[in-house]
């Protein structure tokens, strides 16, 4: 599970570069993982590297 960890790390980076773009402290973002269509040992490893408000959506299925 090294590439979720890779893609949070990354997703974070991104949120970290807009909000010094925009003189905006980060602390203020939350990223909201989006669960749908993972497994559970998926969402295991994304709680471990630290998420831990998820979404989902099944009015769509």
Known sequence: MATIALNIQQVQSRI?????????DVTGVRLLAVSKTFGPD?????HACGL??????????
């Open 16 to 24: 970290a570069r807009a909000c010094a773009d925009v003189q905006r």
């Open 42 to 46: 998926a969402v295991r490893a994304a």
């Open 52 to 61: 831990a408000a998820f979404g989902e959506n099944y009015l769509q299925e």
